[in-house]
T-cell receptor
């Protein structure tokens, strides 16, 4: 079945540690995205990528880093510089085709808790 | 920058009744796209309906329909014949026509269905 997988589902981190959240898609989508969701707020864009080896900062990129070495993979690293990393993280992907509108498909999310 | 506002943090409706969720947005663009996403307790984001701004006709998907008022920058979601499975967080989202296909989300409305 085609889809987006995120791992792990739950992640615990000690303060001062970097952690990497995995996102993989087998939908052959060009674009991938990382969002953060906090209680009482909507999703906010962290980073996005439209092509391999290229990515752009979203609205809240500080304290995060990404890579896009393969089309199907877009891992997110939460660094120790992120002041309040406890949140729910959602990865998404979408095709890119000028002239057409495509929805973003979302993974099941990773819940990160800083201890 | 574009913003999306959902002024109803919580709504409730009796099963089989109709409910309308509100969404307003702010943009200087003339061409764009609007979406309603549903997030059930599983936290999986699911597309409910989409609307292209250049289309005057309101989008419909079975029991779900929108009231798109471009001049007023309003995009409400109507759910008819509400079912228990409709209980979820609902997010309104905006996407520019040109450039990166990133989404701007509202804060969400929690919908409860009363049996």
């Amino acid at each position: 079945d085609g889809g987006i997988t995120q791992s792990p589902k739950y992640l615990f981190r000690k303060e001062g540690q970097n952690v990497t959240l995995s996102c993989e898609q087998n939908l052959n989508h060009d674009a991938m995205y990382w969002y953060r969701q906090d209680p009482g707020q909507g999703l906010r864009l962290i980073y996005y990528s439209q092509i391999v080896n290229d990515f752009q900062k979203g609205d809240i990129a500080e304290g995060y880093s990404v890579s896009r070495e393969k089309k199907e993979s877009f891992p997110l690293t939460v660094t120790s510089a992120q002041k309040n990393p406890t949140a729910f993280y959602l990865c998404a992907s979408s095709p890119l085709d000028s002239g057409r509108v495509y929805e973003q498909f979302f993974g099941p999310g990773t819940r990160l808790t800083v201890l | 920058a574009q913003t999306v506002t959902q002024s109803q943090p919580e709504m409730s409706v009796q099963e089989a009744e109709t409910v309308t969720l509100s969404c307003t947005y702010d943009t200087s663009e003339s061409d764009y796209y609007l979406f309603w996403y549903k997030q059930p307790p599983s936290r999986q984001m699911i597309l409910v309906i989409r609307q292209e701004a250049y289309k005057q006709q309101n989008a419909t998907e079975n029991r779900f329909s929108v009231n798109f008022q471009k001049a007023a920058k309003s995009f409400s979601l109507k759910i008819s014949d509400s079912q228990l499975g409709d209980a979820a967080m609902y997010f309104c989202a905006y996407r520019r026509d040109q450039g990166a296909q990133k989404l701007v989300f509202g804060q969400g409305t929690r919908l409860t269905i009363n049996p």
